[in-house]
Every structure is written in structure tokens, then in C-alpha cells.
């Protein structure tokens, strides 16, 4: 099996397994007891906290530990809301291709009277620094613009994003699951206030992430009970899940470089194979891209069929479009970037993980190859689109 699906998530590395095991077993102890096993998951725990801060440069008080990368969007947003509230601030500005978790958590904040602008991604993917300048006003008090994007992995400028909110006095949260171990992220660097990981992302195990809330931000808890994580979010530690996820970090970081561009060469091996199909198109900036992201649309299918064919030939992939309970809608980031609603459908993402090799893109291509001729030979818009009834697109 070829698993290309590493943006939704990664295996656990054995360097994580390995950080975990003494944590299910013999460490068992409750780090917030005061006898000595619990304060050795206590010291386990409060080590993890130090190497993530220390990785993406912050101070180790600056990181809560969450369940991932919906409950840290969540969290930081609401919190940035609940303050700009008190200051009498309701806008908001993000932009059409967030995570569902960035998005949800806005229409909430809609319906609680704030006003969100969204910015548009362009063509490319990508927000302009420019239209961020423009929307801020004297009553936006958070920013939230992804590092990365989880369907067609374009990269944010977040720096330049981030100095603009700074200017003005603004916050600025990034939901930067996509990104920390996968490209260089510094919080201090990036001048962001707020950001959240997951550690499924990275190697990790599900169900654990971080988020980073810059000195002064006041967090806002949407756990109430005991008074883990200083009061910020209620709860005993997930400690083996913490520690895993700091020894993937770790590892992430450590390799980040030399992975980085190995796949950069193979992801540039795959698009080029993959623009061999007649009649379809790379999603998203070719060049501030993620080193693990393709994303391509292909006119005349439907990426559902696709993937379960992919599947049966043994590659697991996804199409990037969100299938909710017998409607398929087309992925909201594809319409965003000016795909059309026939052409977004027959989307394919592949996201690589480290190990992948030459052959295994090879492999990819020729499977894909197949499968979209395949449908294509029994598709009645690709017959319309052959015989001139309609127009190509791509
Ligand atoms: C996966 C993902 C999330 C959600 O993270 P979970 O840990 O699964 O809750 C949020 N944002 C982005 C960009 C993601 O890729």
C-alpha cells in the first residue's frame, strides 16, 4: 500500500511509540498528586512543555497542552473574541480557505453579533498582505489566517501577516497544524500571539496538540473543572500522548531540513506526472507550497470514484472535498480559489510522508493515469466535453 494521505493524518514514529510505552505502563501516576510517581509525570510533562516551547521559540509558560488542532483553533479564537468583546472590538478578519474548525468556530462568533471579513486566497491560494492592511479597522480585535493549508498546502506569507497585525495593535492567532514540523515556524519570528499544532500532523498520536498564547493573552477556558494547564483547560494530562508528542517534534525538527527536500524533489516529480493527464491542473501556488502537498483537479470525473479506485489499486489518497452524509459538496478552499463547481469535484490531494521514494510516485502517476482514463471512458460530462457540447475548462 502507498499511503498519500499525510495531511489528514501521519503514522506514529517509532522514536514517539518509544516516548510513550513507559507512560501507559509503569509511569502511570496523576501528575497533579504529590507523591513521587505522580511527580514524575509531572517533571515528564513539564520536559515536554519545555522542548515544544524551545522548538517553535517560545517560553515553555506560553504552551497548553489540547486534544489537537480543533480544540486549539477553538480556544484561541473564542479567547481572542471574549477579549476584543470586553474593549467593546467585535470584527474579525480571516479569509475563505480556513479549517473547518477556524471557519465553524467564526460562524458561532456570527451569530454572537461579531462581523467577520474573510479575504480572499486569489488564484494562487495565497492571502495578500495588502487586502489584510486594508480590512483592518479600529474595532477588529483578532486576525486568523491558516500557516498552512490543509487541502492544496499553500503557504501563508505569516510573517509579513503578522508584522501588519502587530502595527496595528491587532491579534493575530494561526492554525499552524499544517506547518510546525513540516516547514521552520518561530512564534517570536512570525509575530504571531496565538497558534495551535497538532501531533497527529507530525508523527505524533491523535487526540494531543498545543496551543501557544504569547505572554499577556488572556486565555479563556472551555474545559471548566480542576486546575490543570494553570486553570487554562481543566482535566488530567494526556501525559503519554504530551511526551509522545514532544519526542515527534523533536524528531520532526531534527529532520525537517533533509526531508524537507527530498520531498520537495518528488513532489515536484508527482505534479510533473500527474500534468501529463490531458486536461487537468495543479491547485494552488507551485512554488510556496507545502513539500508533502499535490493537489489537482481533473476535469470529466468525480474525485469520489477516483479515490476508491486509487484504493482498490492500492493508494490511499483523498479528493480534499468535505462528503457530509449523502450530500458531496464540492471543497469550500477549491471554490475559493475560483474552481468551478464541476471541475472542483474531480479533485485529488496527495500528501507524501517521509518515507516515500521515487518508485512509490512513479507508482502514483501510473495508477492515477489509469483511473482517470478509465472514468473519463464511461463519463457523460467528459462525452459532452469531447463532442463540444460544452467547453474545457482546464
Ligand atoms: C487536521 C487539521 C486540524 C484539526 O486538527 P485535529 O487535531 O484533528 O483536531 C485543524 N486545522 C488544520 C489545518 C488541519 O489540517
Not at 514517539?16 to 515528564?44: C, H, R, T, V, W
Not at 477553538?74 to 474593549?87: D, E, F, M, T, Y
Amino acid at each position: 500500500m502507498i499511503y498519500a494521505d499525510n495531511a489528514a493524518t501521519t503514522r506514529m514514529s517509532k522514536t514517539a511509540i518509544a516516548a510513550m510505552l513507559p507512560f501507559l505502563d509503569e509511569i502511570y501516576g496523576n501528575p497533579s498528586s504529590l507523591y513521587s510517581a505522580g511527580q514524575k509525570a509531572k517533571e515528564a510533562l513539564e520536559g515536554a512543555r519545555q522542548t515544544i516551547a524551545r522548538l517553535i521559540g517560545a517560553l515553555p509558560n506560553e504552551i497548553l497542552f489540547t486534544s489537537g488542532g480543533s480544540e486549539g483553533d477553538n480556544q484561541a479564537i473564542l479567547s481572542a473574541a471574549a477579549i476584543g468583546k470586553k474593549q467593546g472590538k467585535t470584527h474579525i478578519i480571516s479569509d475563505t480557505i480556513e479549517h473547518h474548525a477556524v471557519l465553524h468556530t467564526l460562524k458561532k462568533l456570527e451569530k454572537e453579533g461579531f462581523e467577520v471579513t474573510y479575504l480572499p486566497a486569489h488564484e494562487n491560494g495565497i492571502v495578500r498582505p495588502q487586502e489584510l492592511e486594508d480590512a483592518i479597522r479600529d474595532d477588529t480585535c483578532l486576525v486568523t489566517v491558516m500557516y498552512a493549508n490543509n487541502e492544496i498546502g499553500t503557504i501563508q506569507p505569516i510573517r509579513e501577516l503578522g508584522a501588519i497585525c502587530r502595527s496595528h495593535g491587532v491579534l493575530f492567532h494561526t492554525d499552524a497544524v499544517q506547518a510546525v514540523g513540516h516547514i521552520p515556524v518561530n512564534v517570536k519570528d512570525d509575530n504571531v500571539d496565538l497558534l495551535c499544532a497538532s501531533a497527529h500532523k507530525f508523527h505524533g498520536p491523535k487526540g494531543v496538540g498545543f496551543l501557544y498564547a504569547k505572554r499577556g493573552v488572556r486565555l479563556q477556558n472551555l474545559i471548566e473543572g480542576g486546575a490543570q494547564e494553570r486553570g487554562l483547560r481543566a482535566g488530567t494530562e494526556n501525559v503519554g500522548g504530551i511526551v509522545a508528542m514532544a519526542a515527534a517534534l523533536q524528531e520532526a525538527v531534527d529532520g525537517r531540513e533533509e526531508n524537507a527536500k527530498k520531498l520537495t524533489a518528488l513532489r515536484d516529480r508527482l505534479i510533473e506526472g500527474l500534468s501529463e493527464i490531458e486536461h487537468s491542473a495543479l491547485n494552488g501556488d507551485a512554488e510556496q507550497r507545502l513539500p508533502s502537498n499535490v493537489s489537482f483537479c481533473f476535469e470529466g470525473i468525480e474525485g469520489e470514484s477516483l479515490l476508491l479506485l486509487l484504493d482498490d489499486l492500492g493508494v490511499s489518497a483523498s479528493s480534499g472535498s468535505a462528503c457530509t452524509s449523502g450530500s458531496l459538496d464540492p471543497s469550500h478552499v477549491l471554490l475559493a480559489i475560483g474552481r468551478i463547481h464541476d471541475v472542483a469535484h474531480g479533485s485529488l490531494r496527495l500528501s507524501l510522508g517521509e518515507d516515500a521514494t521515487t518508485a512509490d510516485v512513479d507508482e502514483i502517476v501510473r495508477c492515477t493515469k489509469q483511473v482517470v482514463a478509465h472514468l473519463r471512458s464511461f463519463s457523460p460530462v467528459w462525452r459532452d466535453l469531447c463532442s463540444g457540447k460544452g467547453n474545457f475548462i482546464l
